[in-house]
């Protein structure tokens, strides 16, 4: 597979195709053909409308699915079949382990790594401070709000220092507010890390303030109908939703994916 020098991830005319569980021939086209290049160091976001694929994508980026057609890289390496070494992964349910503690859960994630004791330790204290979550470092999960146990998550994920995040709506059960918080906590480590982070998220907005680039996608079988470069400064927080900028790039996402809801609808209209 040919790829760019600066790209870290690549995929080249993806499709993937589902077959109906027990209906051998019953079969749907989840997503693409698509390509797509992420860039080592950038934040990347994808919006779409619901059942587009979005989900299935960043599966296969991670390596929790394979392709039914066309090539998945990671730094030169066909992805297939687990997620590479490098790549850490964040869902958006709770996944804290509620019988261990904070740093305990944070620990969790170095089991398959090999190494020493004085690295995993400085390894964890630096995910816990990263987080804001050292005064919590005993406490259990039950104990943390929504947002605190999503901070365990990242840790978690962070601590096995990653060169790509996969972010799938990690946010979507918080209220609007912690939203914003996180956001600006997952930019912060973002710009520390200097890990490449791919977001799948149906929060307009969240897209808008976060990303570099915002891959749109079209109704099922998902393809890529739009790339929107938002031109934000590395150092950004959520101040950037007061800039007209902000309406402007979250308008013309709204534009191209109320079409697609549209067209989608009406698919759905003529099964009937």
């Given at each position: 597979?040919?790829q760019s020098?600066s790209a870290?991830v690549?995929l080249?005319?993806?499709?993937k195709?589902f077959?109906?569980?027990?209906r051998p021939g019953d079969t749907?086209?989840?997503?693409g053909p698509?390509?797509?290049?992420l860039?080592?160091g950038?934040?990347?976001a994808?919006?779409?409308?619901s059942g587009?694929?979005?989900?299935?994508?960043l599966e296969?980026v991670?390596g929790?699915?394979?392709?039914?057609?066309?090539?998945?890289a990671f730094?030169g390496r066909?992805i297939?079949?687990r997620?590479?070494?490098g790549?850490?992964?964040?869902f958006?349910?709770?996944?804290?382990?509620?019988?261990?503690t904070v740093?305990?859960?944070?620990?969790?994630g170095?089991?398959?790594?090999?190494?020493?004791?004085q690295?995993?330790?400085g390894?964890?204290?630096r995910?816990l401070?990263?987080?804001?979550l050292?005064?919590f470092a005993k406490?259990?999960?039950?104990q943390l709000?929504?947002?605190m146990?999503?901070?365990?998550c990242i840790?978690?994920t962070?601590?096995?220092?990653?060169r790509?995040i996969?972010?799938?709506e990690?946010?979507?059960?918080?209220?609007?507010?912690?939203?914003?918080?996180?956001g600006?906590?997952?930019?912060?480590?973002?710009?520390?890390?200097?890990a490449t982070?791919?977001?799948i998220?149906h929060?307009?907005?969240?897209?808008?303030?976060?990303?570099?680039?915002?891959g749109v996608m079209?109704?099922?079988?998902?393809?890529?109908?739009?790339?929107?470069?938002t031109?934000w400064?590395?150092d950004?927080?959520?101040r950037i939703v007061?800039?007209?900028?902000?309406?402007?790039?979250?308008a013309?996402?709204w534009?191209?994916?109320r079409a697609?809801?549209l067209?989608?609808?009406g698919?759905?209209?003529?099964a009937?």
């Open positions: 597979m040919t020098q870290q690549t080249r005319d993806v499709d195709i077959t109906r569980p027990g749907v086209h989840a997503l698509l390509d797509l290049e860039k080592q950038e934040f990347f994808v919006v779409g409308p587009c694929g979005k989900s299935t994508l296969l991670a929790l699915s394979t392709a039914t057609r066309g090539e998945v730094e066909p297939s079949g997620i590479p070494d790549v850490g992964v964040v958006q349910e709770d996944a804290s382990f509620p019988w261990l740093a305990e859960n944070i620990a969790f170095l089991r398959r790594m090999k190494i020493s004791q690295d995993r330790d390894r964890i204290e995910a401070a990263m987080m804001g050292t005064p406490t259990y999960p039950a709000s929504g947002g146990r999503q901070r365990v840790a978690r962070l601590v096995t220092e990653p790509l996969l972010l799938d990690p946010f979507g059960a918080l209220d609007q507010q912690t939203r914003l918080l996180m600006d906590e997952v930019l912060n480590l973002w710009r520390k890390t200097g982070v791919f977001l998220t929060a307009l907005d969240e897209a808008t303030m976060l990303a570099d680039r915002i079209s109704a099922r079988p998902g393809r890529l109908i739009d790339v929107v470069e031109g400064p590395k950004r927080d959520s007061q800039e007209e900028r902000f309406g402007t790039i979250t013309r996402l534009r191209s994916l697609e809801s067209k989608s609808i698919k759905v209209e003529e009937a």
